[in-house]
């Protein structure tokens, strides 16, 4: 099986435009998740879904949006992106939310804003 | 202050050595440890889940220790591989927490001939 997959691999993105990441798991995982990681710090939770249909705010939800119209896509949305949200981004999936749930991460996506 | 620090920040040994990484955590309150492996360029891999009641959890070469009484954790690699050359990260979450997952800044191990 595939897993997760991203899309794009990588992107150079100029200030102000927008762009959605794309992330699909074939493992009918009920929850999903969208980090960033940036060099130095911890991954960071931007957004969540606990199951199709409902999303949740992380950490670091500012400047992004997501939807979650089935259980096996998740997509990202930068609406006006800023040279902040330069990092990598990683997608991941779970059975369920919450509790030792094993959390399956995909190959991430690395954007740069200039 | 990160909640979760992990010591040492790099690491370089030799193929066939032992190693241990260590990880401190104030997150509370816990309730499972997670040690990743995050190659170049790739997502983090599980490799162990140790809830509160657990104090050992092996996956292969790696072991990993917790005591959940001085929130200290340790991944154990045995007879390293070049393959082992990664950042290992330790996760912790919180009971309750449902999808909140504090990241630990990882160890960079290096594994050389």
């Known amino acids: 099986t595939a897993g997760i997959t991203q899309a794009p691999t990588s992107q150079i993105l100029a200030a102000g435009r927008s762009m959605t990441l794309r992330c699909t798991q074939d493992m009918r995982h009920n929850a999903m998740y969208w980090y960033r990681q940036d060099l130095g710090l911890g991954l960071r939770l931007i957004h969540y879904s606990n199951t199709a249909g409902t999303t949740g705010k992380g950490e670091v939800p500012d400047g992004y949006s997501v939807s979650r119209a089935n259980t096996d896509d998740f997509p990202l949305t930068l609406a006006s992106a800023v040279p902040s949200q330069t990092s990598v981004y990683f997608c991941a999936s779970s059975e369920l939310a919450g509790g030792p749930n094993e959390q399956f991460f995909g190959p991430g996506t690395r954007l740069t804003v200039l | 202050k990160n909640q979760v620090e992990q010591s040492p920040q790099s690491l370089i040994i030799l193929e066939g050595k032992n190693c241990t990484l260590q990880c401190n955590y104030t997150v509370s309150p816990f309730s499972n440890l997670r040690w990743y492996k995050q190659d170049t360029g790739r997502g983090p891999v599980s490799l162990t889940i140790?809830?509160?009641?657990?104090n050992t959890k092996s996956n292969g070469r790696y072991t990993a220790t917790l005591d959940a009484d001085t929130k200290q954790s340790s991944l154990h690699i045995t007879a390293s591989q070049l393959s082992d050359s990664a950042s290992y990260i330790c996760v912790v979450s919180l009971t309750g927490g449902g999808n909140k997952l504090t990241f630990g800044t990882g160890t960079q191990l290096k594994v050389e001939l």
């Open positions: 140790m809830t509160f009641s657990e």
